[in-house]
C-alpha cells in the first residue's frame, strides 16, 4: 500500500526505492507500536522526510540533523491548535523516543 501511496507502482523495483519504501515502512510501524495518534504519525512522517531530505540534499552531519530536528519538532507544538490549548503533539518522553529512534 506504501508502495502505490508514493506511487512507485509504475516504475521498475530498484534498490534506492526499495530502500525508500523500508524507510517509511519501518518509520510508520515503529510510530503505530509508540501508540502515536494519527496526527502525531503524520507529523512523525513528516519528521523522517525532513531527515531523510537533509541528509540527502543539505549533506548534513548527525549533529546538525538533530538540532534541525529539535527546531522542527519545537515549532510542530506551535500550531493553533496547542495555541488554543487543544493538544500536545508529542510528550517529553515521545520526543526523548524520537530522538533515539533518529540516532
Same mark, same amino acid.
Given at each position: ?8 507502482? $509504475?516504475?521498475?523495483?530498484?534498490? $534506492? ?38 541528509? $540527502? ?13 529539535? $527546531? ?32
Amino acid at each position: 500500500m506504501l508502495e502505490e501511496f508514493l506511487d512507485f507502482t $509504475r516504475l521498475k523495483t530498484s534498490c $534506492r526505492k526499495s530502500i525508500l519504501i523500508d524507510y517509511y515502512s519501518a518509520g510508520f510501524l515503529w510510530a503505530k507500536e509508540m501508540n502515536f495518534s494519527l496526527m502525531q504519525i503524520s507529523v512523525f512522517m513528516d519528521l523522517l522526510n525532513f531527515i531523510l531530505e537533509n541528509i $540527502r540534499d543539505k549533506h548534513m552531519t548527525l549533529g546538525d540533523n538533530l538540532k534541525e530536528l529539535e $527546531r522542527a519538532m519545537t515549532e510542530t507544538g506551535e500550531t493553533e491548535s496547542e495555541q488554543e490549548g487543544d493538544l500536545n503533539f508529542f510528550s517529553i518522553e515521545q520526543a526523548k523516543a524520537i530522538i533515539d529512534y533518529f540516532v
